[in-house]
């Protein structure tokens, strides 16, 4: 971690926040979809039922499931390393790994016609995007 009167303590700052508002995000979501499986599975299957993906729901949860989780652990632990050793590399994955996850999400809301929902996830994939930029290595 740089001293707060480093030139790359802002720089570092919203590295950990970024990564920590992934990790947080994903872990929620991919948490509450272990958790409440069945809930998750018979929401879905109506709102994805008149979309080409209406038969696989099953398939596509569990997906959707294991990005979600693996993105919240790897920005956990890319935040940590932020923290700890001060570098992003795992945080750059992280927002990498949540990218490809908010783009499947906005890919089934825009199959399943729910325009309002795939609109909503356009600031969490900008999020991504100025996470990738900020812990990428052109900055370090």
Same mark, same amino acid.
């Given at each position: 971690?740089?001293?707060? %009167?480093?030139?790359?303590? /802002? &720089?570092?700052?919203?590295?950990? !926040?970024?990564?920590? #508002?992934? *990790? @947080? ?6 948490? %509450?979809?272990?958790? %409440? ?13 008149k979309s ?10 569990? @997906? +959707? &499931?294991?990005?979600?989780?693996? *993105?919240?652990?790897?920005?956990g632990v ?22 490809? $996850?908010? $783009?499947? +999400?906005? #890919?089934?809301?825009?199959? *399943?016609?729910?325009?309002?929902? /795939? ?5 969490? !994939?900008?999020? $991504?995007?100025?996470? @990738?930029?900020?812990t990428s290595?052109?900055?370090?």
């Amino acid at each position: 971690m740089p001293t707060p %009167d480093s030139p790359h303590f /802002a &720089t570092w700052l919203m590295q950990s !926040f970024v990564s920590l #508002f992934l *990790a @947080i995000l994903f872990l929620q979501s991919g948490m %509450d979809k272990v958790m %409440d499986w069945r809930g998750n599975l018979g929401y879905l299957q109506p709102h994805l039922a008149k979309s080409p993906l209406g038969g696989m729901v099953p398939t596509i949860l569990l @997906i +959707l &499931t294991c990005l979600e989780v693996s *993105a919240g652990v790897v920005n956990g632990v890319g935040f940590l390393e932020l923290l700890v050793l001060g570098k992003p590399q795992i945080a750059f994955w992280g927002t990498a790994l949540s990218a490809l $996850t908010v $783009t499947a +999400l906005f #890919f089934g809301q825009r199959m *399943a016609k729910e325009y309002h929902g /795939a609109a909503v996830l356009v600031s969490y !994939f900008l999020l $991504t995007l100025v996470g @990738i930029f900020l812990t990428s290595s052109h900055l370090r």
